[in-house]
């Protein structure tokens, strides 16, 4: 576990001095008149300094797991055998679209709480916040645009999976919201719940591993294989976020306990419940969850009906089995590596960790 998070540590580092090349902390002419073209007018980069530079830093300086970005590094050197500095700026894509979707996604939830400090929405306004957001799923894609490594090819390839994948990503927040809306109630099935997640957060981890994998040359099987593998680690980590949004420790966690059971979520283990709970129980869990209730009181016997199924431990299983299958699936042809041993740490890693 510490090695996995010295590394991480190490990765982030590097990562965050790459997206600082590519979205400065503050604007000024030049960097505008790179991103957007010469005005035909005039920019004001101050406003765009504190309307987009200055929410997006504020979210990435409180610090992050940057797994996505360590995650597509350890593909290309898994696949390629290279030291991973060379596709460095193209880890940028996965961390910032994550980091943008994070913004837009509190807003969506009404959170209150993010990496330990008041969601950008709750300082900002939601008004900079939704526009720095989504800001942050098109930026990025200029280390591709401006790329003289790649050929026309090899980025028609990048644009083509970044917009499937983006789609997947709003597909996902959609069936989440809606549920949590009530517009499915009970009816939610672990199949259509996993289905979810690998969209809403499977999709940029699939993303960033298929990118290493490309960037690395590798053959299309393994390109898509390496995603297969990915999105089922995405799965497991959402997974693990939804058991420690309800056991973790706060500190930790970095996000109020329980916001899932104000949301009214319909995580792994509200759906497990809801199929073997008692009739009184399965009601008692809707009616909560229904209430979007911000009361300790209530949240806790929301999570003690849970518990009492013993649904946190199925949860933690069925994480685990995916990540085992999936691991499965790419050991049989990924050749020996320093990099495999750390690609399946980082996998172990994620389906145990405590914040």
């Not at 009214?264 to 809801?274: A, E, N, P, Q």
Request: aromatic letters at 10%.
């Amino acid at each position: 576990m510490e090695e996995v998070l010295a590394l991480l540590k190490r990765y982030a580092r590097m990562v965050d001095e790459a997206i600082e090349r590519y979205i400065p902390r503050e604007f000024d002419e030049a960097y505008v008149s790179w991103a957007c073209g010469k005005p035909r007018f005039a920019y004001d980069a101050e406003a765009l300094t504190e309307a987009i530079a200055r929410p997006f830093w504020d979210l990435l300086d409180r610090g992050g797991k940057r797994w996505r970005p360590a995650l597509m590094l350890m593909v290309y050197e898994a696949l390629s055998g290279c030291d991973a500095e060379e596709v460095l700026d193209f880890a940028v894509i996965p961390e910032v679209i994550h980091n943008g979707t994070l913004i837009v996604d509190d807003v969506e939830d009404d959170s209150e709480l993010r990496r330990g400090k008041p969601c950008v929405h709750r300082i900002y306004g939601l008004d900079i916040a939704i526009n720095a957001g989504n800001t942050m799923y098109y930026l990025p894609l200029m280390v591709v645009l401006r790329s003289d490594r790649l050929d026309e090819r090899t980025k028609l390839r990048i644009y083509e999976m970044y917009v499937q994948e983006m789609v997947r990503l709003s597909f996902g927040q959609a069936m989440d919201i809606a549920w949590h809306r009530g517009i499915r109630g009970a009816e939610v099935s672990e199949e259509q719940y996993l289905q979810m997640c690998a969209y809403k957060t499977g999709t940029l981890a699939r993303f960033a591993a298929k990118l290493g994998a490309i960037l690395a040359g590798a053959p299309e099987e393994q390109v898509e294989d390496m995603g297969r593998f990915a999105e089922a680690v995405g799965v497991a980590f959402q997974i693990q976020d939804d058991i420690l949004n309800i056991t973790g420790d706060v500190a930790k966690y970095g996000k109020e306990l329980g916001g899932d059971i104000t949301e009214g979520k319909r995580t792994l283990m509200v759906i497990y419940t809801l199929r073997h709970a008692r009739p009184e129980d399965r009601e008692r869990l809707l009616e909560i969850l229904d209430m979007h209730t911000r009361d300790p009181e209530l949240i806790a016997e929301a999570i003690g009906i849970m518990e009492r199924y013993g649904a946190v431990e199925y949860a933690k299983e069925v994480a685990r089995r995916l990540v085992r299958e999936a691991w499965a699936e790419v050991d049989a042809w990924l050749r020996p590596s320093p990099a495999k041993e750390a690609l399946r740490a980082l996998a172990r890693f994620l389906i145990e960790r405590e914040f």
